[in-house]
Each structure stands twice: as structure tokens, then as C-alpha cells.
């Protein structure tokens, strides 16, 4: 690992740096432009109730400066069968100029260390089927596929408000 790069917890002053590496993620990955204002509304609603979900940011100097290069966010999932809670690893993202470099290998070995806490039964994360690069570098950490595949609800069939 790169013993020059540090994890944190991300605070509301990383706001910034967050929106745009979630905007830049959705756009590199799955093709998706995001609404800037609704990504700004989630992440400071993460950022200002941990209960939601922790972002986690990795810095590495840049010169002088410690400059962010990528960011995850965990999320929680709670297990019956396994009487413990899982941590979903989510919004991976890795700046272009940082990546090879142990930044995501930092940010995940963070994350395998929380997850040796008593009430963690185990680590997760989805990635998009055409997203090989990241797939083989989940792999290369010791990820295994879980057999699971995700399905979702349409929004078109969610009850709306009213």
C-alpha cells in the first residue's frame, strides 16, 4: 500500500470534492449525467446523519497541499441469518491522475479493517456488469462474486405521493 496515502472520514467541508467525484463517477461508469443539485442534497444528507451512510476520502500530498484523490461510502445492511451488519462499499470513485497508485487499495483496506468490529459480519459491493476494470481490481483484492444478482423496482411502478 502507499504509505503516503491517508483515510478519513469525509466532513461537510469535502462537500465539494464529493459531488464532483460522484458526478464524474456516474458519467465514467455508467454513462449517467446526474442532476448536480440532487447529488448535493444526498451526499450533505450523508454527511450531516452518519446513519445514512460514512464517505470516506484519501488524500495524498501534492506538493505541499494534501489533495483528495478518491472517496467510497459505506452504507449498512442488516443480516438476520448472520446476526451482524454488512458494510456495502458504494460511490468508489478515484481521481484519472491517482489511480494505480494504492489509493482505492488504501480506502479498501480501511474499510477490511472496520469490518473486523464484532457486529460486522462482512464487506459488499455492486459493480455495473460493463464496468470490467473495476471488477478485476475488486478481484485482485480477494473479492469474490457473492452469487447474488441486484434487481430492482422500476420508479414507474413506485406509488407516488399523493
Known amino acids: 500500500?502507499?504509505?503516503?496515502?491517508?483515510?478519513?472520514?469525509?466532513?461537510?467541508?469535502?462537500?465539494?470534492?464529493?459531488?464532483?467525484?460522484?458526478?464524474?463517477?456516474?458519467?465514467?461508469?455508467?454513462?449517467?449525467?446526474?442532476?448536480?443539485?440532487?447529488?448535493?442534497?444526498g451526499i450533505q444528507?450523508?454527511?450531516?446523519?452518519?446513519?445514512?451512510?460514512?464517505?470516506?476520502?484519501?488524500?495524498?500530498?501534492?506538493g505541499e497541499t494534501q489533495v483528495i484523490a478518491g472517496q467510497l461510502m459505506i452504507t449498512y445492511e442488516w443480516s438476520d441469518?448472520?446476526?451482524?451488519?454488512?458494510?456495502?462499499?458504494?460511490?468508489?470513485?478515484?481521481?484519472?491522475?491517482?489511480?494505480?497508485?494504492g489509493v482505492f487499495r488504501a480506502l479498501y483496506a480501511h474499510v477490511a479493517e472496520r469490518a473486523r468490529a464484532p457486529e460486522v459480519c462482512g464487506v459488499r459491493l455492486y459493480v455495473h456488469h460493463s464496468n470490467q476494470k473495476a471488477r478485476q481490481t475488486y478481484i485482485n483484492l480477494g473479492m469474490i462474486d457473492a452469487g447474488y444478482s441486484i434487481l430492482e423496482t422500476p420508479e414507474s411502478l413506485l406509488p407516488t405521493e399523493g
Request: charged share 20%; aromatic share 8%.
Open 45 to 62: 444528507a450523508v454527511l450531516e446523519d452518519p446513519n445514512k451512510a460514512t464517505y470516506y476520502v484519501a488524500e495524498v500530498a501534492v
Open 81 to 101: 441469518w448472520r446476526n451482524g451488519m454488512f458494510l456495502w462499499i458504494q460511490s468508489v470513485f478515484v481521481s484519472a491522475q491517482h489511480r494505480r497508485k
Open 1 to 41: 500500500m502507499n504509505s503516503s496515502v491517508t483515510i478519513r472520514t469525509a466532513t461537510l467541508q469535502d462537500l465539494d470534492a464529493l459531488v464532483c467525484f460522484s458526478v464524474a463517477l456516474a458519467e465514467e461508469s455508467e454513462g449517467v449525467k446526474l442532476d448536480q443539485e440532487t447529488v448535493t442534497k
